[in-house]
């Protein structure tokens, strides 16, 4: 079962944002949603991929990162490294909330995709003076592995390679694009439609958090502002 946010107190996190310029962090995070695509195409060699690997899933050393969003709210990465599993879990997260909303993980609950193409798109951009990840295309790829959508537009494939390039890969690969795009192993690609009512996005995947309306259980005030941020 997915670890509580706040357990992770006790445990040996650390900064993660600094493994972002490191040689082979993107396939290394991306290592499940890329099987097939060689380290090269990424514009690094397998080597820095493996050894980016090993610090990823460090027991000793957890890496987090923070994607700042409009209006107060984060999406926490955190990897979750046992003696014998590492997981990635992601956390929408707010101050003025006692308990963190979780987008994804890659446990044994399977729990995604936890973002549709539409709201993935809507948070690329960082809000002025934000700290944490804020450049977009790191922000895309970052977030990858949470998306789910079986009804992405062109324009999805023509970011991530454009994030790809920006991020270090020689040439363009639509292919390794398109292939990121068709979601996590674990719950793949799904399909979504839009509450008008509930003013929210529904998932029809059966392993995803998004199955009910997101936030459904906040106040007015701040579902009004989440449905903001993503918007």
Not at 48 to 63: F, Y
Not at 172 to 188: F, N
Request: proline share 10%; hydrophobic share 40%.
């Amino acid at each position: 079962m997915v670890m509580a946010r706040l357990w992770y107190s006790s445990s040996p996190v650390v900064d993660g944002h600094p493994l972002l310029d490191e040689p082979g962090f993107w396939p290394a995070h991306l290592a499940d949603l890329s099987e097939g695509h060689p380290p090269e195409a990424f514009g690094c060699d397998a080597g820095d991929a493996a050894a980016m690997l090993d610090q990823l899933q460090d027991p000793s050393a957890w890496p987090t990162f923070t994607v700042p969003l409009a209006g107060g709210f984060t999406i926490v990465v955190h990897y979750n490294n046992g003696e014998e599993f590492t997981t990635t879990d992601y956390f929408l997260t707010h101050t003025d909330w006692s308990q963190d909303l979780v987008l994804a993980s890659d446990d044994q609950d399977r729990i995604g995709p936890g973002l549709c193409w539409p709201e993935l798109a809507a948070l690329l951009e960082a809000p002025p003076g934000a700290a944490g990840v804020t450049d977009p295309h790191a922000r895309l790829l970052l977030l990858l592995p949470v998306l789910g959508d079986g009804a992405v537009p062109e324009e999805a494939v023509t970011a991530v390679v454009q994030a790809l390039v920006a991020q270090g890969a020689l040439e363009p690969s639509e292919s390794l694009a398109r292939h990121l795009l068709q979601g996590h192993p674990m719950w793949g690609a799904e399909g979504w439609w839009f509450d008008e009512e509930e003013r929210s996005w529904i998932c029809e995947g059966d392993h995803s958090p998004r199955k009910v309306p997101l936030g459904d259980h906040l106040p007015p005030h701040q579902r009004a502002a989440l449905e903001a941020s993503l918007t």
